[in-house]
């Protein structure tokens, strides 16, 4: 018995389930017809009940993101954050790729209970495939009255909007992201106000993940019993996870919360590239390090038992290294990706980054000196909680990992004067 | 680099050859991205597509059109224009190859992809090869490590590939071949109507429901 649980990923394996006849034919948009004929302050308190947290990575509940929006108040705001980037993450890609009708079900219904007329899915500029899926769905759904006018012939009106970002990772954030969707540099908001109160063009605004919205529909269509009987008391329902690098299979895979990352790595996607032994894996991404070692196979992959291991479940990406690899050599790339993400508005996480990315380039290229590892300590120490955003708490991320779980590594470096691996 | 128009203060410098305005159907398509929202300031980063679409890179003329068009200055148009990596400063080749180097990628070959590429073609990171054909990049993981090693072409995918089978493909872009079909996603479209399509000019416009 596989450990695998497809309820979000159903579809991925049915011809022309990317389009309408195909997604109605599995069963979509019913619950989408379902939610019409409910009383929006109901679809609220399902959601609330179910459980159901962001998968973006924060995870934040969902309901409570709904509830705080007034929806006399209009107009509000719909946004899909589909500006995937966190490295080796690649589920809400592949959930807009193969089965797109299901995320904009997802974002009618979230629509409808927020009393939204016009909602947007910010998609990442790269996506090319993916977004031309969105955008073809969204043709359909008009064609078949899912969305426009008097949708299903309800009187509700909605409207989607298509819309792409151009190669910037801070947009992922929800408030850069609005400043970017407002046609600004995307660089974080202040808050409070928070979007619920003061969002998209100054209106409540709701921001769900990609695949947040898509377990709206299920939710609706099987009750918030059904979807509490799945994973964990606090984490309830599947999550899709993205197991990349030195693994046979590569692959997301969807399994309840609360399964561990040994299950992922050893059973689904194969175990460790070409028999070798696993050396350390991320649990959630880039941003969710410090990285974990072999002895952290066994953890359950929902939000609190990651956390209480010591890192976070990020967006639930497993990159897995076979322990002929680098770990500073990856660390130093995780740490080029963030010097070039930052969006500069702070002064600690824009300078910090390209120092350390230096710092990181000096040692992997031995030419490091004894004393480096304490001044990249006291750097990343001078970045994490003085910025305005996240991400200079998560590029702090790479340093702690390879000093802290993996110092013997780095000072190697220093004493052989170059990397001892070929890879 | 001096391109012999007048300095004008506050105007952005920024490098590329002098274009032609924007023409008339082009102008047209402005407006209609414009009119998609209820900030015209939202149609910003489509415009800016746009203007690449009509002249292969972001440039000056470009960014003073948007700018009359949105009542912004020109300044305010480059601030955004340069935030972005998808913005370029420089015409961009027929075909923008973009080369991801993160860990999984990294893992499975993709600086060996990333330097046989750049000796195929004989220029680094940001350049266009002398024929105009094909601009190369190093990026951000492109989230298909599923794929990896992946190297998009004009923003479609090609994964699970070696050196010698991405050289190869180069070496059909060069001879002016059409792109192979990835094994996820469409044949990519050129530069031209990649960016149409980027700009969100393929999308079904709005049904007028909204207030």
Same mark, same amino acid.
């Given at each position: 018995?596989?450990?695998?649980?497809?309820?979000?990923?159903?579809?991925?394996?049915?011809?022309?389930?990317?389009?309408?006849?195909?997604?109605?034919?599995?069963?979509?948009?019913?619950?989408?017809?379902?939610?019409? #004929?409910? %009383?929006?302050?109901? *679809? &609220?308190?399902?959601?609330?009940?179910?459980?159901?947290? $962001?998968?973006?990575? =924060?995870?934040?509940?969902?309901?409570?993101?709904?509830?705080?929006?007034?929806?006399?108040?209009?107009?509000?705001?719909?946004?899909?954050?589909?500006?995937?980037?966190?490295?080796?993450?690649?589920?809400?890609?592949?959930?807009?790729?193969?089965?797109?009708?299901?995320?904009?079900?997802?974002?009618?219904?979230?629509?409808?209970?927020?009393?939204?007329?016009?909602?947007?899915?910010?998609?990442?500029?790269?996506?090319?495939?993916?977004?031309?899926?969105?955008?073809?769905?969204?043709?359909?759904?008009?064609?078949?009255?899912?969305?426009?006018?008097?949708?299903?012939?309800? #009187?509700? %009106?909605?409207?989607? *909007? &298509?819309?792409?970002?151009?190669?910037?990772?801070?947009? $992922?954030?929800?408030? =850069?992201?609005?400043?970017?969707?407002?046609?600004?540099?995307?660089?974080?908001?202040?808050?409070?106000?928070?979007?619920?109160?003061?969002?998209?063009?100054?209106?409540?605004?709701?921001?769900?993940?990609?695949?947040?919205?898509?377990?709206?529909?299920?939710?609706?269509?099987?009750?918030?019993?059904?979807?509490?009987?799945?994973?964990?008391?606090?984490?309830?329902?599947?999550?899709?996870?993205?197991?990349?690098?030195?693994?046979?299979?590569?692959?997301?895979?969807?399994?309840?919360?609360?399964?561990?990352?040994?299950?992922?790595?050893?059973?689904?996607?194969?175990?460790?590239?070409?028999?070798?032994?696993?050396?350390?894996?991320?649990?959630?991404?880039?941003?969710?390090?410090?990285?974990?070692?072999?002895?952290?196979?066994?953890?359950?992959?929902?939000?609190?038992?990651?956390?209480?291991?010591?890192?976070?479940?990020?967006?639930?990406?497993?990159?897995?290294?076979?322990?002929?690899?680098?770990?500073?050599?990856?660390?130093?790339?995780?740490?080029?990706?963030?010097?070039?993400?930052?969006?500069?508005?702070?002064?600690?996480?824009?300078?910090?980054?390209?120092?350390?990315?230096?710092?990181?380039?000096?040692?992997?290229?031995?030419?490091?000196?004894?004393?480096?590892?304490?001044?990249?300590?006291?750097?990343?120490?001078?970045?994490?909680?003085?910025?305005?955003?996240?991400?200079?708490?998560?590029?702090?991320?790479?340093?702690?990992?390879?000093?802290?779980?993996?110092?013997?590594?780095?000072?190697?470096?220093?004493?052989?004067?170059?990397?001892?691996?070929?890879? | 680099?001096?391109?012999?128009?007048?300095?004008?203060?506050?105007?952005?410098?920024?490098?590329?050859?002098?274009?032609?305005?924007?023409?008339?159907?082009?102008?047209?398509?402005?407006?209609?991205?414009?009119?998609?929202?209820?900030?015209?300031?939202?149609?910003?980063?489509?415009?800016?597509?746009?203007?690449?679409?009509?002249?292969?890179?972001?440039?000056?003329?470009?960014?003073?059109?948007?700018?009359?068009?949105?009542?912004?200055?020109?300044?305010?148009?480059?601030?955004?224009?340069?935030?972005?990596?998808?913005?370029?400063?420089?015409?961009?080749?027929?075909?923008?190859?973009?080369?991801?180097?993160?860990?999984?990628?990294?893992?499975?070959?993709?600086?060996?992809?990333?330097?046989?590429?750049?000796?195929?073609?004989?220029?680094?990171?940001?350049?266009?090869?002398?024929?105009?054909?094909?601009?190369?990049?190093?990026?951000?993981?492109?989230?298909?490590?599923?794929?990896?090693?992946?190297?998009?072409?004009?923003?479609?995918?090609?994964?699970?590939?070696?050196?010698?089978?991405?050289?190869?493909?180069?070496?059909?872009?060069?001879?002016?071949?059409?792109?192979?079909?990835?094994?996820?996603?469409?044949?990519?479209?050129?530069?031209?109507?990649?960016?149409?399509?980027?700009?969100?000019?393929?999308?079904?416009?709005?049904?007028?429901?909204?207030?």
């Amino acid at each position: 018995m596989t450990a695998e649980m497809k309820v979000l990923t159903a579809r991925f394996d049915t011809d022309g389930a990317d389009r309408y006849e195909g997604s109605v034919a599995s069963g979509g948009y019913a619950s989408w017809k379902k939610a019409l #004929g409910m %009383n929006p302050a109901d *679809i &609220v308190e399902t959601i609330k009940t179910s459980g159901l947290r $962001g998968r973006g990575g =924060a995870g934040f509940p969902t309901g409570m993101k709904w509830g705080f929006v007034n929806r006399e108040d209009t107009p509000t705001y719909l946004v899909c954050n589909a500006d995937e980037g966190e490295p080796g993450t690649f589920k809400d890609r592949e959930l807009m790729e193969r089965d797109p009708h299901s995320v904009i079900e997802g974002m009618a219904i979230a629509a409808y209970a927020i009393g939204c007329r016009e909602m947007y899915i910010y998609m990442r500029g790269e996506f090319g495939y993916a977004a031309r899926q969105m955008e073809r769905a969204a043709a359909e759904a008009y064609d078949n009255g899912a969305l426009g006018r008097d949708v299903f012939g309800s #009187g509700f %009106n909605l409207d989607m *909007i &298509v819309h792409r970002g151009a190669g910037a990772y801070i947009c $992922g954030e929800e408030t =850069a992201l609005l400043e970017s969707l407002e046609g600004r540099r995307g660089q974080p908001r202040l808050r409070p106000p928070f979007p619920a109160q003061k969002g998209l063009y100054q209106r409540p605004t709701v921001v769900n993940n990609v695949e947040t919205l898509a377990c709206v529909p299920h939710i609706i269509q099987r009750g918030s019993d059904w979807f509490r009987g799945i994973g964990t008391e606090k984490a309830p329902g599947t999550k899709m996870f993205s197991v990349s690098g030195d693994v046979e299979r590569p692959g997301n895979y969807e399994v309840p919360f609360g399964t561990s990352a040994r299950v992922l790595i050893e059973e689904l996607a194969g175990g460790v590239s070409g028999g070798k032994t696993l050396k350390a894996f991320t649990p959630g991404g880039a941003s969710s390090t410090p990285i974990f070692g072999p002895d952290k196979l066994d953890v359950a992959m929902d939000w609190e038992s990651v956390q209480a291991a010591g890192s976070l479940l990020g967006t639930g990406a497993i990159m897995v290294w076979a322990d002929d690899a680098c770990i500073l050599r990856s660390m130093l790339r995780f740490t080029h990706f963030y010097a070039h993400e930052s969006c500069g508005k702070c002064t600690p996480c824009r300078e910090g980054t390209y120092w350390l990315e230096q710092m990181f380039s000096r040692l992997e290229s031995g030419r490091g000196r004894d004393e480096d590892l304490a001044v990249m300590m006291d750097v990343q120490a001078n970045i994490a909680g003085r910025t305005f955003c996240a991400l200079g708490d998560f590029a702090t991320a790479p340093v702690i990992s390879s000093i802290k779980l993996f110092e013997a590594e780095a000072r190697e470096h220093i004493t052989k004067k170059g990397c001892p691996f070929e890879r | 680099m001096n391109d012999g128009s007048p300095r004008l203060l506050g105007v952005p410098r920024l490098p590329g050859p002098p274009q032609r305005p924007l023409t008339d159907p082009a102008r047209a398509d402005a407006r209609r991205l414009i009119a998609r929202y209820p900030d015209a300031r939202s149609a910003l980063l489509p415009l800016l597509y746009l203007v690449q679409s009509e002249h292969g890179f972001v440039s000056r003329e470009g960014i003073r059109e948007i700018a009359g068009m949105l009542d912004l200055t020109s300044a305010e148009v480059a601030a955004v224009a340069t935030f972005y990596t998808m913005y370029k400063r420089e015409p961009m080749g027929r075909w923008l190859v973009s080369v991801c180097t993160q860990p999984p990628c990294a893992l499975r070959g993709a600086n060996r992809i990333r330097d046989a590429i750049r000796n195929e073609c004989g220029i680094d990171d940001g350049e266009t090869t002398e024929d105009g054909m094909v601009s190369i990049e190093e990026v951000e993981c492109l989230c298909i490590c599923d794929g990896a090693p992946v190297v998009a072409i004009n923003y479609e995918n090609y994964e699970k590939l070696t050196p010698e089978s991405a050289v190869e493909m180069i070496r059909g872009l060069r001879a002016g071949e059409a792109p192979p079909k990835p094994a996820r996603g469409e044949v990519p479209q050129p530069n031209d109507a990649a960016h149409r399509e980027l700009a969100g000019l393929n999308q079904k416009d709005r049904q007028g429901a909204a207030p």
